[in-house]
Every structure is written in C-alpha cells, then in structure tokens.
C-alpha cells in the first residue's frame, strides 16, 4: 500500500480510474509471490489466495443518502472487496464462490465521504470475517473537504483495527495521514 501511495504522490495520472489503482496493488502483490501458490476449495477447485473483487458474506441496501446498511435477507446484493486475500487455513470448508476474505482492501479515487463510509461497514461487518482490513483514499482532482477529511479521521480512531492511508495531491503539495503501521501505546 505504501509502494502505491509513493506512486501516486509522485505521478497522481499515472491512474487513469480507481480500476488502475486496483490492478497495480493486485501486481505488487502478486509480484510479490506471497500470494501466488495454489489451495483447494469444498468443490474442489484450485485458485490462489490473492482475488479481486471477491464478494463479501454479508448482504447489503442502501438508504436514502447511498449509504450501506447490512441485511439480513437472503436476495439482498452482497458487496464486493476490491482487492482480498483468502483464508488457506478455511479454504476447504468453502465453495469457490463463498471464499471468505482474511485480508481485504478497499480503495477510492477522487471520492467523497459516502465511498469511505462505505468501504468502512464492508471491512467492519462482522458477517464478512476480515481480520485485517485497509483502506486507501486518494484525491487527485477532487480535494478533500476539511470537514469529510475529519470525518474520515474519526472514522478510523473508532475502527482501530483498520489499517489506511489518505492522500490528496489535489494542491501543488500532498497531504497525507499515514496509518498503515500499528500505532503501540
């Protein structure tokens, strides 16, 4: 994630879409060899760790201001991880389509405070399982208001298990809030 944000501090165009930003991290990682040998699933098919998009457990709506509410209904449309990492230890216990994400990333471009809240109840819904979430927020075009810069901000102080980084290179010079590292008391 870090390697990401120096990218995009240094050339902010280079990513075209949020799309771009994706499949960059998914090459760091993969690249990266960690998440390349293979497990098998309950089918049993063989896949690797590393997935884009892979569906969350849980079910979701959206209320009036566009903002995620979980359901409990069997048809309610599950979400989606931007980038995950597969359990290998609970592989077998799954299908392929309901693998279930240890890690999850979720990421935003030039994106307002609805996005990032978004992202939030996807990576703390009980339901999906996630023991390490992160989140990257980057602004390109588009600042970041004050007010949704703090709001982001006290987001993550309340979900301190969520690793993130926020960049806005939208000015001449970029601002940055760095929680990448677990903070020691």
Request: proline fraction near 4%.
């Given at each position: ?11 902010p ?8 930003m ?7 990682l993969?690249a990266?060899?960690?998440f390349k040998?293979?497990i ?10 590393l ?20 359901s409990?209904?069997?048809r309610?449309?599950?979400?989606h ?22 890690i ?18 996807k ?10 979430g992160?989140i990257a ?16 901000k006290?987001?993550l102080?309340?979900?301190?298990q ?8 939208s000015?001449?010079?970029a601002?940055?809030y ?8």
């Amino acid at each position: 994630m870090e390697r990401l944000g120096r990218k995009f501090i240094r050339y902010p165009h280079l990513f075209y879409t949020e799309s771009d930003m994706h499949c960059y991290l998914y090459y760091l990682l993969y690249a990266g060899r960690t998440f390349k040998g293979f497990i098998q699933t309950s089918d049993p098919k063989k896949t690797i760790l590393l997935h884009k998009e892979l569906p969350t457990v849980g079910g979701y709506t959206k209320d009036t201001q566009g903002l995620l509410v979980p359901s409990e209904e069997k048809r309610k449309k599950r979400g989606h991880f931007d980038i995950a990492i597969i359990n290998s230890l609970r592989s077998k216990r799954y299908d392929l389509k309901h693998q279930r994400a240890l890690i999850a990333v979720e990421l935003g471009l030039d994106e307002n405070i609805t996005h990032f809240k978004n992202d939030i109840v996807k990576l703390t819904d009980a339901r999906n399982g996630v023991q390490q979430g992160f989140i990257a927020h980057f602004a390109r075009e588009k600042p970041i208001p004050a007010d949704e810069l703090l709001a982001m901000k006290d987001l993550l102080k309340a979900n301190p298990q969520i690793r993130s980084i926020i960049i806005d290179c939208s000015k001449r010079t970029a601002n940055i809030y760095n929680r990448l590292v677990k903070e020691t008391k």
